[in-house]
Every structure is written in C-alpha cells, then in structure tokens.
C-alpha cells in the first residue's frame, strides 16, 4: 500500500476465480419500462434539465438532488384488440433544489413534469403521457447552509465531497452479463419498431448459470391492443424466446434455455398483458435506486453498492462521481494495459475533503502471470490520476449526451475519457487536423464543413495502427487508404469520418456494417452506437477482424461471415447501415431492413469508371429517398463468400 497525494492506493491481484470458472453465476436487468428503471430515468433526467438550465442562466450549475423518485402504480383492464387505464399511474418527484437565484425563479415544477411527460412519451411507445400518468413535484428548496457551500465550491472550482460514501467498478461483463445486458437492449431496440409494437419495453431479465448451462428467465410486457387473440400472444412468446437464445448465442458457446412469462397460463388466459407495456399500469411501484447499478445490470456476485447515481448533481456528489470514475477506471485499466484481464475498482470518499482525493482507492486487478503485477504498478497509478483528474469534466460530458449511467460501457461507445493515450499521438493529432481541413474542402459537395465532436473524438481515440498490417503500422495515421490484403484497403481516415457522420449515430442505435475488413470502420461506429452488426465475406479478415476488435475491449461488436448484399435480416431492422464497399446498385435487402427515421451511407458504382457516395433515407412513413455526396473509390462490393 502506498502513499499518492495524501490517499491510499492500494493495487493488490485477484485472488479469487474468474467468474467465468465459478460453479454459479447470477445477473439482472430491469428495462427501461420497469417501474424502478422509470424512477431512476426521470430522476436523472431531471437533474441534468435543472443542471442544463442553471447553466444557461446563471453560467454554472446550482446545488441540487433530485434522486427521490417514487412510482405508485395504476390500474387497467388489458384485452385483445384493446383495452383501458383504469386509474392513472402517480409519479412524486422529491429532492432539493436551488429554486430562486440573482431575483430569478426557476420553474422547477414545470420542469418536472415536462421532462417527466417526454421522457415517457420517447421511451415507452404504447403509453400516453397525458392521459395515464399524473406527475408531482415535491421538490423542496435546499437548506440554507448546504446551498451557500456549493456556491463556495462553485466559485472556488473546488468541489468537496458531499459525503462519506463508495463506488465501486469492474471490467469487463462476463458472458452471462453480456447475454443479460445485450438480450435486453436488444428487444427493447425491437420494441420501438412497428413490426414488434406488441413488445413493451416492461422486460426484465434474469440469468442464471448453473456449471456449464445458461438459463434466461425473461418477463416481457404484451401489449393487448396489438394482438388479434391467445394464438397470437402464444406466437409473440415463442419468437421472444427464440429472439433471446439467438442473441446469446453471439456471446456464448455454453448451452442457453430461454423462458418467457413463466406464470403464464395460456389455457385460462391468465398472461401478462397490458395497456401501456409496463406493470406500472397494474399497481407494480417503483423507486429509483432499487433497479440497475451505475452499469446498467444487478450482479450480486460481484463488487456492489448499494449507492445509486440517478438524480444526483453531476459535479460534488460522490455517490454519482465515485460509481462512474470506478467504472471507467476499471475498464481503461483492461482495455489499456496488456496482461490485465480483469480489474475491479473501490474508491471511499471522505466528506468534507476534495472530490479528486479519495481516502481510499483500492485496485484488483487479474493477470496471467502474478509476478507481472510489480511492472504494471505505475502504468496502473498513471491510469488512475488520469480518471481522478478527469472526474470535475464528468458533468460535461453527461450534460451533452456523451456518457450516461444504466448502460455499458458509460460512454456512448467505448471511449473513456482521455483515452487518447498511449503510441502516436503526435500522428493521431496530425490525421485529425488533416481530416478537419478535407472537410472544409469538400463542403460544396458534402455540406459539412466539420464534423460532429463525437466523430472527431472516434477518430482520435481508434488506435488505426493496430488495425493495418505491421509493415504499415508507421503510416497508419496518413490520411489516405491502406492496403490489408486479400485485395481490401482500409479507407482512409476523412472517408471513414465522412460516413460515420453522414449515418449521424447517437448512443442508442443498432447499426449494420457490410465489410469488416480490417475492423477499423466499425471500431469508429461502435465507439457510438450501442450495437454494431458488421459482416464480412472473406473468412481470413473476419477471423483476425473478430479477434482485434475482441482484445480491444469492443463488447458492443456482433460479427459474421456472409454475404452483406443481403444484410442480417435475424437482428434488423437498424437504425444506420454503412457500406464500406461499392455496389452496382444500392441492395433492396439493405433498404428493407432499414429502420423507419433510420439512413443508409453506401458507395454505388454508376459506370464504369466512376463511383458516387450517396445517402439514402428512410422517413417515418416509410418512404425512401437518396442523395449523391460526392465522388469516390472503393472496392466492389462481392456478392459470394471467399472460399
């Protein structure tokens, strides 16, 4: 145990089984429609409006926390083909906050509500805001005492902890956690379509592994006026379940079983159907605090606090900062040092003292060998001080969408916070500021004469070199195309920007790559999307694809040999699809399993000697439109699987 800047860093091996090798392992996702991930989604919702607002106003952040939160719930009468809420669900939004600052109030209630109505109205498709839910603020001023120190801390940038209290990360999801957290997401991504309106985002999922065996217990919220009768409901179930052993899979050789709404007795027709697609409809309360932790799963065989982060201010509170600089230490700890396979992280605050200096950080970390550990002493202080100094940026990046609790990774990818880290950085910044003047140039064709800051960070943070072959490793970051063999070209760095802008991903879509190649376009689209699919037909650039992205920590990656002509039509529909090679024409199976709201960035061969980047959109209603971008050359996009 050792001394840094007046705290305990204590870096110690594991010492017990990978989780992995355990006789049993148990793992729970409450999803978004279940009544406690509802709390905790409008608690934090609140706070980052009250922290969006004080900032537009009054240039900084005020003190509150609105993490109280409480769901008393309804009642309905559910049907076929129909259906009625009875009684409206009640929704109590407690907490403190600044409420009046400088001769200015702020409409904390109208605040409440309005974020409370559309978060419900965007995320659970079959309920009306208006009509089934009814929303009060009790959300009281903050004490006098506690509201003049935060302005203290506010104006001298110092920011003390505002309790004695833990946080706790580890990395990275065993199989179990992944197929738990992915077979969730996965149905609610369905469940907003209009193919699957039937599914209620009211999922919650248990798995259990037993030895050498997956079970998957799964409650799934049907929606009554989207079935025609029991056969029908019967159906939903069984391709539910079918839906769910399939995305597991992708995670796991072990054998995997799969039930769906076990209390069921279809015979009397005693099923789990509603009106709205959550048990909140039928009297199930909730509460925020008692759903997911920080990383979006409930793993009682892990590290584990009973501190939640939802509603809390994003710049002093340690129950929040803690769980959230945790996680992202233990993950840059697996992703960053080679030989680190499994870390977990515990940091103690001590109220009163400095945010960044925690009394305790205590360090587990897993290693093949453990004699390896002294040599990985410093590279491990290094990546702790950097989180540590990073954690008063925290906020930023919660307040624009970048990073959020309830899922994982916390980024809207992969990235952690400066993870620019590391070998050519010098080259890094010069591609970047290469790519920024392209686009400049090509703003008469394009219309954009940068880029989004999350494309921008992608590009910065993909470590290129390791996805070339050795021999071109000291040109990686040139801004220009790179032979990987098998006759297939990594592109060039301002093309691959160009495409992941124009498919303008955001945190939680599903996107279809076709052509892995080398992996490094879709290690850039899966630093932004929650799902990547990507399908590659030559079996060599799969398999090595498959395995760079792997051992670079992208979890978020599902792959497959095949012919990308025809898409993935078993995870469709997505929200973006990007075609890394040229087609005679822009594929109709492509087109089909865009999702509605969704677009399409795909180069088309229109002769013989000339290619054209274009756009293709798919509106709400359906209806599909292309736009030519600009000229370029990719390799053509083959139709039959390398052999």
Known sequence: MGCLNQMQLNIRQIAYPALDHQPVEIVERKGRGHPDSICDALAEGLSLA????????????????????????????????????????????AGRAVQEFQGTRIPLEKLAVDVSRDWLRSHLHALDPDKHVRVHCLIRSGSPDLVALFGRQRETGTWLANDTSCGVGFAPFTELEQIVYRVERHFNRVARKTAQRAVGEDIKVMGVRCGGAIHLT?????????????????????????????????????????????????????????????????GDDGEAGRGNRANGLITPYRLMTLESVAGKNPVSHVGKLYNLAAGLMADALVRLLPGVTEAGVVLVSQIGQPIATPQLIDVQVRTADARALNDLRGPIDDIVQQQLANLGDLWKALLDGRMGSDRWPFRCGNLTLKSCQGEYLREREEMVRGIEVEARDTETWTGRSRFAPAVMEAMRCVPRHRFVPP?????????????????????????????????????DDAVLEVGTGSGYQAAVLAELASELYTIERVPALAEAAGRRLRALGYGNV???????????????????????????????????????????????????????????????????????????????LKRSVER
Not at 50 to 56: I, K, M, Q, S, T
Not at 474 to 496: C, D, F, K, R
Not at 615 to 621: E, M, S
Not at 625 to 632: A, G, H, K, T, Y
């Open 50 to 93: 009250l922290a969006r607002f004080y900032r537009e106003h009054f240039e900084s952040i005020l003190h509150h926390n609105v993490d109280k939160v409480l769901l008393s719930g309804g009642s309905a009468q559910p049907s076929f083909g129909g259906g009625a809420v009875v009684e409206p669900i009640d929704l109590y939004l």
């Open 218 to 282: 799964i409650a799934v919220a049907l929606i009554g006026r989207f079935l025609g009768g029991i056969e029908d409901y019967a159906r939903q179930k069984a391709g539910l379940a079918e839906r769910a052993a399939q995305s597991a899979r992708c995670f796991t050789d072990r054998e995997v079983s799969v039930d769906v709404n076990v209390a069921d007795d279809l015979a009397r027709q005693q099923i789990y159907l509603t009106v709205t697609g959550t048990s909140a409809e039928a």
């Open 471 to 507: 021999s071109e490793e000291a040109v990686a970051y040139i801004n220009g195309p790179l032979a990987i063999g098998h006759g297939q070209t990594i592109s060039q760095p301002y093309m691959v920007a160009l495409m992941t802008d124009l498919a303008e991903i955001d945190g």
């Open 558 to 636: 599902q792959s497959r040999l095949g012919d990308g002509y025809e898409g993935w039509r078993e995870q469709a529909p997505f929200d973006a699809i990007v075609v890394t090679a040229a087609a005679g024409e822009v594929p109709p199976p492509l087109v089909a399993q865009l999702s509605r709201g969704g677009r399409m960035v795909i180069p088309v061969n229109q002769g013989a000697y000339s290619q054209e980047l274009k756009l293709i959109v798919k509106d709400q209603a359906g209806r599909v439109s292309e736009r030519s971008i600009l000229p370029v050359a990719f390799v053509p």
